[in-house]
T-cell receptor, first 114, second 114 residues
């Protein structure tokens, strides 16, 4: 079965600084990969997704993610963080065999310092 | 706004009681998912329906049940409630079954069991 690991529970960055959130997955093949963001009291909003092809995926709100097959990673990046980016970020994987619902990581809470 | 509507947004009930959470998927989406988000368990997949039929089960307790109706809305029934059932319950929907389809989440139903 597929699994997702987000090794960082909590990250604090200064406003304007760059950001990288880590995500590692475990699956026998290349899964579908997603990043979602959850603001306090809100639902999950899709930031970006990777299905196949390009290793660098562009998303909304200035986010991008890089897929590295050799490292089974799908790290989320943003060049310059804004205070409004403070939220919880979830990496998720989906597969086309067996149970097809998304499997989520445990999330990384991002705090932005002024 | 994801287009997925969940009601009620907040619910407080006593142990031993039964509640029903309702979900209207995005227009045109045939697949509905239910997830539970709690502090200790993170985001857990409960169950998936596709066009009225149950298609996948995750970590759903026997006290919980769900169904998807002909008009594609779905209900999650939680019975014999325990304090540990307090959580945020998400409904999500997608066009089809394949994991490559984007899953859109509602804003969730906050359940507090006292």
């Amino acid at each position: 079965a597929q699994s997702v690991t987000q090794p960082d529970i909590h990250i604090t960055v200064s406003e304007g600084a760059s950001l990288e959130l880590r995500c590692n997955y475990s699956y026998g093949a290349t899964p579908y990969l997603f990043w979602y963001v959850q603001s306090p009291g809100q639902g999950l909003q899709l930031l970006l997704k990777h299905f196949s092809g390009d290793t660098l995926v562009q998303g909304i709100k200035g986010f991008e993610a890089e897929f590295k097959r050799s490292q089974s990673s799908f790290n989320l990046r943003k060049p310059s963080v804004h205070w409004s980016d403070a939220a919880e970020y979830f990496c998720a994987v989906g597969v086309d065999t067996g149970r097809r619902a998304l499997t989520f990581g445990s999330g990384t809470r991002l705090q932005v310092q002024p | 706004d994801s287009g997925v509507t969940q009601t009620p947004k907040h619910l407080i009930t006593a142990t031993g009681q039964r509640v029903t959470l309702r979900c209207s998927p995005r227009s045109g989406d045939l697949s509905v998912y239910w997830y539970q988000q709690s502090l200790d368990q993170g985001l857990q997949f409960l169950i998936q329906y596709y066009n009225g039929e149950e298609r996948a089960k995750g970590n759903i307790l026997e006290r919980f049940s769900a169904q998807q109706f002909p008009d594609l809305h779905s209900e999650l029934n939680l019975s014999s409630l325990e304090l540990g059932d307090s959580a945020l319950y998400f409904c999500a929907s997608s066009v089809a079954l394949a994991s490559g389809n984007t899953i859109y989440f509602g804003e969730g139903s906050w359940l507090t069991v006292v």
